[in-house]
């Protein structure tokens, strides 16, 4: 019998997790995550990282198995995720997969993208950029070059946004163009189920976890990471934003605003990249589990 990989996306608060939990205990098997900012073991309240309880309920893999001091990467993932899911499957006819990382997902589903070696210069000069002129001048450049990749990639990530700019400059092509060449064979099936909802009531769950959280701890939780804010884990929706009120640069009620807005536009983001899986079988956020369960087992 061929091994199933059930793997659950869509965007952020739209309840992935307590899919993933449900499927993994009707199934009575393990949870990969492949979200890839609740590998950070520092950083739980603002990346809505499983609970304790929802933890016990299900085991779970590449969940803060990671310091944000830690070097760690898609590449990385991609390895570590097919050892274990190596063996899960020993276990395991079906192992679930969620997170809304979608470059971490497709790297298990269907291998990463090659790109082609660029000159070092290249990425030297967008940095100095970046330094001098900040990041909207280099998204607005990226808008320029490669609507596609705008739309999709974390472009609040100044990481992210010089990858795709300096493929663009080293090539003279978009960095979109180099997506979704390469597939994989996998020694696994895979079924990807999407959650989704209307865009207001996207919009609004994700504001009600963005309170919640700030009534969990958030401030403190960010403050005891102050020392380490330039590291790359931590520029990330939720964490900068409280940064700058820490610093005194916004009040809070504005830093809260903006942690909501830009949630929403990552939300916006994750549905665009998740769209484009031809075969992902969606279903609005409120469906009956035993629906699911119903089409994963006749599809």
Not at 123 to 139: A, D, F, M, T, W
Not at 260 to 278: I, V
């Amino acid at each position: 019998m061929p091994k199933h990989l059930i793997s659950i996306v869509g965007p952020t608060a739209i309840g992935k997790t307590a899919l993933s939990i449900k499927l993994a205990n009707y199934f009575n098997t393990e949870i990969v995550s492949a979200d890839s900012r609740q590998f950070f073991k520092e950083m739980s309240i603002g990346t809505a990282a499983p609970s304790t309880e929802e933890l016990a309920s299900a085991k779970h893999h590449f969940i803060h198995h990671k310091s944000i001091q830690d070097t760690y990467n898609v590449g990385t993932f991609e390895k570590e995720a097919l050892l274990c899911l190596g063996t899960l499957f020993k276990k395991h006819d079906v192992v679930i997969m969620v997170g809304g990382s979608g470059l971490y997902v497709d790297a298990v589903t269907k291998g990463l993208d090659y790109f082609p070696e660029v000159a070092g210069s290249i990425r030297e000069s967008l940095n100095n950029q970046l330094e001098i002129e900040g990041l909207p001048v280099l998204q607005n450049r990226l808008k320029e070059l490669d609507p596609v990749s705008y739309d999709s990639i974390a472009i609040d990530n100044p990481h992210r946004v010089i990858r795709a700019l300096e493929i663009c400059i080293g090539t003279n092509k978009p960095y979109s163009s180099f997506l979704n060449k390469k597939n994989i064979n996998r020694n696994f099936t895979t079924t990807t189920i999407g959650l989704t909802a209307e865009r207001d009531t996207i919009y609004n769950r994700i504001n009600q976890r963005v309170d919640i959280m700030v009534n969990q701890g958030l401030l403190d939780e960010v403050k005891s990471l102050l020392p380490f804010k330039d590291l790359n884990a931590l520029n990330t929706v939720g964490y900068k934003e409280i940064f700058n009120f820490i610093e005194g640069e916004w009040t809070l009620d504005f830093a809260i605003s903006e942690i909501k807005k830009n949630s929403r536009r990552f939300a916006k983001r994750q549905l665009t990249w998740f769209k484009k899986g031809e075969n992902t079988l969606w279903f609005d956020y409120e469906t009956p589990f035993e629906d699911i369960i119903k089409n994963i087992n006749t599809h």
